[in-house]
């Protein structure tokens, strides 16, 4: 018993003696300057010990209290570190594809010329080809994957490093089969065991890596408000976007497929609340010093005379760094006032020279070694681009939000020497066949409007693209200029791919917006109702017509009307899970003609080779899956 009780009153004594000493803290505070305490003060503290006694704590209070303060202090979690340098923030995502399409092709697929070509951009099944036997295959389906990883390295607080990681980019499930025809375990795929790692020779040509940025910051002056002198330096390769999306686009939508990557260096000031923005950017060096024989080094480029240059020049005002978001968000929820951005961006582009090509691009191995075959040729092109954005948004009340967004491009320019090639039917292929002047005049538009009133939102998408009065009009159609010598004016403007309009009739059978003008309303109705979450279904009903008729696989105006239905669930910048489901219901303007695609007779003019053929409604079905971070 003795052994424990040392212990025993050795811990009361611990909890206690902080309490008493604190009491002794106090009593000699309140003391008399001399120290001495009145004697009928002295007579009353005689009867305050004793009350004090008796209403002393227990010891199950006591070691109470001390438990309670301990678990205090083990839970808090203190002052937070002051953060180190260099650190590194992780963006980027993962996605999952699924998809199924009838009939993309819009059953117009025709034999011209020993070769298969049909109204549509997404081509007929292999099994529809010329040495094929028609089968009646309509269904097309697969699923591809991508991981992006997309870091920045903070180096200091005004330094900084970002690059992009592209993993298994756009990887179709089930291309890198493991067999091969001189395995003796694996000669076909049927017996393949695994699948391999796709290589930029095997494959498709397409490594397992890309690296689509990487790019070096300096803010040397970069306040903490949002009004103060800004200034900030970059450069290196990296993804431009600008107002919708319809010139450049960075390709950062979860569901986007191309992106706008440039090469430049940028200086960005802010001025009273407006930025400025200067960069000088190479579009294309031609050939180089680096050869297959010593692929290491600096390289260098072989003359200045070929290179493609951009000057660019941007002043805008939307918000950028956090305080600008801080506040925006109070104007627009706190104060509910409408909030406007807006800028005007002008791009100028020049070549003096350019190397002497082909129309199958022989020229490009002829970098590596042939120094003494490349040929230079003058090309005295120019382009200026001016792009105006515009964007309003209001927030009534706490369950009302509007957004008005318009940007324009004009593409204006020419291209003094044009290489043009004709159609040689004895040596059947295509010869140069002198140069013409190229005019460039074209422009585009695309307008936003949106409504939200609690979980409903409707509103309005158009837009507009010129067009060339010439066949081949699509995206990703051949070439019409370089081989028709009477066409003198590009009068096409391209939106970017990674704007998406719709499902099928822009996305994959023109393969973007040109030549025509849409018209989309919808309608969309989130049961959450939130900024962060959105369980919802969408509807879009949209119509498309071409402006230059001539331009068409079917002589037509009219392109065709398009239903698509979406249902989706995502959770911002972290989950998405989503089903689509698309219907194109084609017009006049998506047939196909008899002489669509067939050469030319003696006359200049395309002659009938095949029969005409009108196009059939498709359908598509996907599923779509995105981790975020």
Same mark, same amino acid.
């Given at each position: 018993?003795?052994?424990?009780? /040392? ?270 923005? /200067?960069?000088?950017?190479? @579009? ?99 382009? @200026? ?150 369980? *919802? ?29 979406? /249902? ?25 003609? *008899? ?35």
């Amino acid at each position: 018993m003795r052994q424990l009780a /040392l212990p025993f009153f050795l811990a009361v004594s611990l909890i206690v003696s902080p309490a008493f000493a604190n009491d002794e803290e106090v009593s000699a505070d309140s003391a008399p300057a001399g120290g001495e305490a009145p004697a009928a003060e002295a007579a009353g503290d005689e009867d305050l010990v004793e009350d004090d006694l008796d209403e002393l704590p227990s010891l199950d209070d006591l070691l109470g209290k001390k438990a309670a303060d301990t678990a205090v202090t083990w839970a808090s979690t203190g002052p937070a570190p002051e953060r180190g340098y260099p650190w590194i923030e992780h963006h980027g995502y993962f996605r999952l594809r699924l998809d199924g399409y009838h009939r993309a092709f819009l059953g117009t697929q025709v034999h011209a010329d020993g070769k298969t070509v049909n109204s549509s951009a997404f081509r007929p099944p292999l099994s529809e080809n010329v040495v094929n036997t028609s089968r009646g295959e309509k269904w097309i389906g697969g699923a591809n994957m991508r991981f992006r990883y997309a870091p920045t390295l903070h180096v200091a607080p005004a330094l900084s490093i970002t690059a992009e990681f592209d993993i298994l980019d756009n990887l179709m499930l089930g291309s890198t089969p493991d067999y091969d025809p001189d395995r003796p375990d694996a000669p076909f795929a049927a017996l393949s065991r695994s699948q391999v790692s796709p290589s930029g020779t095997r494959f498709g040509g397409k490594d397992a890596v890309a690296v689509k940025q990487a790019y070096a910051t300096w803010a040397p002056f970069r306040p903490s408000d949002s009004k103060k002198f800004l200034l900030e330096f970059s450069g290196g390769r990296m993804a431009r976007h600008w107002g919708l999306g319809i010139l450049e686009n960075d390709g950062q939508d979860l569901d986007a497929d191309f992106g706008t990557y440039v090469d430049r260096i940028n200086l960005l000031t802010r001025l009273w609340g407006i930025y400025l923005e /200067l960069g000088y950017g190479w @579009v294309a060096n031609g050939p180089s010093s680096i050869n297959a024989v010593q692929p290491f080094g600096e390289p260098y480029d072989l003359t200045n005379k070929d290179d493609v240059t951009d000057i660019a020049l941007a002043i805008f005002q939307k918000p950028r760094t956090d305080a600008e978001r801080q506040d925006r968000f109070t104007k627009l929820v706190v104060r509910n006032k409408p909030a406007f951005d807006w800028g005007v961006y002008l791009v100028y582009r020049s070549q003096k020279m350019d190397i002497a090509d082909s129309p199958d691009g022989s020229f490009y191995p002829a970098q590596f070694g042939k120094y003494d075959t490349l040929v230079l040729e003058q090309r005295d092109a120019w382009m @200026v681009t001016p792009d105006l954005w515009f964007k309003v948004e209001w927030k009534p009340s706490a369950k009302e939000h509007v957004r008005f967004e318009l940007e324009a491009v004009g593409v204006f320019g020419k291209i003094n020497h044009v290489p043009r090639y004709s159609w040689k039917s004895v040596e059947q292929s295509w010869n140069r066949d002198g140069e013409a002047p190229l005019d460039i005049k074209s422009f585009g538009f695309a307008f936003e409007g949106e409504y939200t009133w609690g979980p409903v939102s409707t509103g309005l998408h158009a837009g507009l693209a010129t067009g060339t009065d010439a066949p081949y009009f699509g995206y990703r159609d051949q070439s019409n200029f370089l081989f028709d010598q009477s066409i003198t004016k590009q009068r096409s403007f391209f939106f970017n791919p990674d704007y998406k309009v719709d499902q099928l009739l822009y996305r994959h059978a023109i393969g973007t917006v040109t030549n025509s003008f849409y018209l989309k309303p919808f309608v969309q109705y989130d049961l959450f109702e939130g900024d962060k979450d959105a369980l *919802a279904g969408r509807i879009d009903i949209m119509y498309a017509r071409a402006l230059n008729a001539a331009a068409t696989p079917g002589q037509n105006a009219n392109l065709g009307a398009e239903l698509d239905v979406k /249902l989706f669930y995502e959770k911002k910048g972290v989950f998405f899970a989503g089903f689509e489901w698309g219907t194109l219901f084609p017009l006049k303007g998506m047939n196909i003609t *008899a002489t669509y695609g067939c050469g030319p007779g003696a006359d200049g003019n395309p002659v009938a080779c095949h029969e005409a053929k009108k196009a059939k409604w498709s359908m598509s079905v996907r599923g779509r899956f995105g981790v975020m971070f």
